[in-house]
């Protein structure tokens, strides 16, 4: 396993993050646990999960799940960077959810309970908060790292003006700010690289990819029956050419295509990790393969071919 540090932090982190959407709910405790230990034993460190993971009753049972590993086997939590996030509703009250210093500092309270831990290593904003000033968004997470219940804050979901909105009110207050955004990435979805990316790069913030295979289509899990059902199966259709060539490129590499596609997040220098949310235990095993691919430049032209972006950061890529 490789590691690098987060943006500008001094924090060293995996170049894979085992993802944890899929615990008690695709998943259930022995599988998550199995996966858990099989991340941690394969040199994973960044395990990401969120308030809201695991069902739609507000109990957390993602990260419920965690906490009874971290139980199970206490020595774990030391091994590894926890990270998990705050802002959707986690009850049935007008204040339980979004940032307002009054649902952050009592989500952290219960994240740290669920999770059986004194602290939250990356604690992220899992959206922007358009009715919540960032005056007192940071006044909250000050107080949450004065009392080392979290170590860093990072975001995800967030635009590239709210990046620089926050890094620079940050800044005002002596704050260190974000060292992370997390955002969705990978060959069918690069409108990032447009404007996110070139905003973390240009203040230091670590850039953390979700959805790498695009919801397993790039890993031709998802199948033309499977599509047909799908309300957006005309978007697959009119894509079903460029899965071909896809799929013809990696047989001629004689490597899998997720272990390929991931391979491609990996080889950009802005991309710090990238977050695999296995629903099974072989999925991920195919993902740690990933690391080992090396994709030479002319097998980067070809992929750009493919699967073209948006044409490069912004405003070049349409202004001139």
Known sequence: ???????????????????????????????????????????????????????KNCEGLSEQVIGRWFVRSPGNREKTILATKVYGVTGPRPNDARLS??????????????????????????HI?????????????????????VLYIGSSNFPAWQIAKASENAKRRNFLGLVSEQSIYNLCERTV????????????IGFL???????????????????????????????????DGWFSFCAEKGRSPESVAQAWLLANPLVTSIVVGPSKVSH???????????????????????WPGPGGPAPEAYAW
Not at 131 to 141: P, Y
Not at 196 to 203: R, T
Request: proline share 2%.
């Open 101 to 126: 210093a009054y649902h952050v500092i009592r989500a952290c309270e219960e994240s740290l309970r669920r999770l059986r831990t004194d602290r939250i290593d990356l604690y992220q904003m899992h």
């Open 193 to 204: 690289e447009l404007e996110l990316l070139p905003a973390c790069e240009d203040y230091g």
């Open 1 to 55: 396993m490789e590691y690098v540090k987060l943006g500008r932090s001094g924090l060293k982190i995996s170049r894979l993050c085992l993802g944890t959407m899929n615990f008690g709910k695709k998943l259930d405790e022995n599988e998550s646990h199995e996966l858990l230990d099989l991340a941690v034993d394969s040199g994973v460190n960044l395990i990401d999960t969120a308030d809201v993971y695991g069902g």
């Open 129 to 149: 908060d358009r009715s919540t000033t960032w005056d007192e968004i940071w006044q909250a997470m000050e107080k949450l790292v004065q009392d080392g219940k």
């Open 209 to 243: 990819c979700w959805s790498p295979l695009n919801g397993g289509a790039l890993a031709k899990r998802t199948t033309s029956d499977d599509r047909n059902d799908d309300p957006g199966n005309e978007k697959w259709r009119s894509r079903q050419s460029r899965l």
């Open 284 to 306: 991920f095993r195919s993902s740690l393969d990933s690391v080992g691919v090396h994709l030479e430049q002319d097998e980067l032209e070809r992929v750009d071919e493919i």
